[in-house]
């Protein structure tokens, strides 16, 4: 069991492989954070917590005149609002009489084998033998009758500790949620950096780090979706942290809407992060009796820098999330219609594309957008999910049929929560957007958001996907959302709790991949918002992979992915060769440097392959090759980031170690180039130092593991700007040097 008790101390203690994470409830019932990092042993660390009287630091009534105990500077578990801390707080309440205060004691908990469960939404699952626990703590604020309980689950192998917190009124009258976070962390010291993964539409999370500063610092999103802005993951590390050293704390939310990661260095150099839902326009009301439970957080702690981190969050995250066979099974490389064809196409245009792709070795052809009603550009049609006969004579089935004919199975494209005013769903039932009443909605790429909090609207979409899914044989779903949330205002539901409706339409949403992805496990869904926009674990527990950006220039994707791989496993990144000049940026790169980029992810290929001649193909064909050949050291190797698009302007390095080690796959891209430049080496990483290795098959050397770590293996002199190159290593003898 990773969960101990100790009654005399009153402490809890939670231990991972390689962490050690402990409380302590104080002598009047509040619940302290002791520490979190480094597995130690078992001692008594209540001495860590130092009272001494501080001026302007209000003292609990039951504290009595003991002017040193105050919850102002006190490492909390779970803070609480007006009673002292002022803080950032974990809990924003509004009692039955108007107060806001939540003055949760403990009063209980509970230890046992297994993971709880967060009901209505994903959450990371424990697997069978595993040895997953759970520690739930209540707290009970006696006189408003609000008990909280706060929920640890300790995967012990994984390194992982998840959270997530469960609010009920067991008073007499209703409650109104103001603010909750799924976890908070407090921190004695703010030593640190944190890195979060910030960027924009087609340029998505890019890392960024710096310094805590005094006062609240924060990143978040209010747009109804994780968003292309900022992902709801945060990393805090020590100042001298990299990639190999350091003590690192990772904070990743299981949710796809509104987040909230707000960090604090408070007056005494101490830190405390949250993360959460947003509270901008949350608002829940819970009648007696009734609960809330909050998404779950996903901490991680790697005393071995960054890539340890990121390790945690890879292997958690690829076996742990989701049920899809296709979390082991290897991913088809497709090929997509949308930059190929966009809007313009009809059955004849789309079989050409899939014809003319079998030499390239493509194992499944996506149908893009444009399929369905009446929908020749962006303006109309989501929201019909009927074929258009105009376009496709044969309907679905026929076209899947004839994809199927030529050796290739068949992908489709949908975006479900959406409704164009021009459009049959929107003409009969023109409330079933969000929109407020009396004011024209906002529109986002002449499109409008569906209600997913009314069950009515939820039912008509899983009635739709599931008869497409019936209609014809597809392999392959592309689930899309292409605009933010705005107009968060429901009609079926009463003015006093317009608050929850941001939330419920989550809800709504979890509920529709339930009916749909869940009953659906061989077909293998795609997440997508214009690219990354969406790129989080709650996506992930349904969607194996996700497109990664709607940008495909490859020297802007090394940036994407390189920041993506912080926290998301490889696995989980689709990454497509597109054409050249590159439609986002008009940049041309080699072929095969697109290839060797796309490879860095789950390769697929986006392009009109009618236009591409022989020799392309051919080549097409041989990267499809040796990535089947690499796959499951890509997807399911140790990823290491081997140099910084950000920091490096010459080299993008990465590289795919298997489990055992004896084979790898280093790729780099020469980003910028100088006349008459030294010579640049890469220093290597995850290898065993004391083995030899060949590399790309070439008998006549042997390199060791230990002089490619530490001494590197030198760039060819000969790549020009843009070029890459890709070097597999594998393992021939083991010895001593
Ligand atoms: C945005 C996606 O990211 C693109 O790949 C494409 O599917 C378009 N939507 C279609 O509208």
Redesign the pocket.
Known sequence: MSITFYEHSKTFRLDTRDSSYLMAISKYGDLLHLYYGDRIPDEDLSYLIELRDRGFSPNPHEAGNDRTFSLDFLPQEFSTSDSGDYRVESIGVRNADGSRIFAGKAAGHTIYSGKYKVPGMPSVRALEGEGTDTLEIRLKDAASGVSVVLYYGVFEEKNVITRAVRVVNEGEGPIRLEKLMSVTLDFKEANYDWITLDGRHMMERHPSRSAIRNGVQSVGSTRGSSSHQHNPFVILCEKTADEDRGRCYGCSFVYSGNFLAEAERDQYRQLRLNMGIHPTNFEFRLEPGEDFFSPEAVLAYSGNGLTGLSHIYHRLYRENLGTSPYRKLPRPVVI?S??AAYFDFDEEKLLNIARESLDMGVELFVL???WFGKRDD?CSGLGDWKVNRHKLKGGLSGLSEQIHEMGLKFGL?V?PEMVSEDSDLFREHPDWHLGIKGRPATRGRYQLVLDLSRKDVCDYIIDSLNRILDEARIEYI?W?L?RNITDVWSGQTDKERQGEVMHRYMLGLYRIMDEVILTHPDVLFCG????GGRFDPAMLYYQPQI?C??NTDAINRLKIQYGTSFVYPISSLEAHVSICPNHQTGRTVSLATRGIVASGGILGY?LNSTVLDREEKELCRKQVEAYKENYALIADGDYYRLTSPFENHYVTAWQHVSANRTQALVSLVLTDTEGNDGQLYLKLKGLKKEAFYRINGDEERRYSGAVLMNAGLPIPGTLKQYEGIQFKLQQIMEGTL
């Open positions: 997509n949308w930059e893009d957008d444009g962006d494209w975006e592309k899309d292409n997508c918002s214009g690219g497109w950006s709607d986006e």
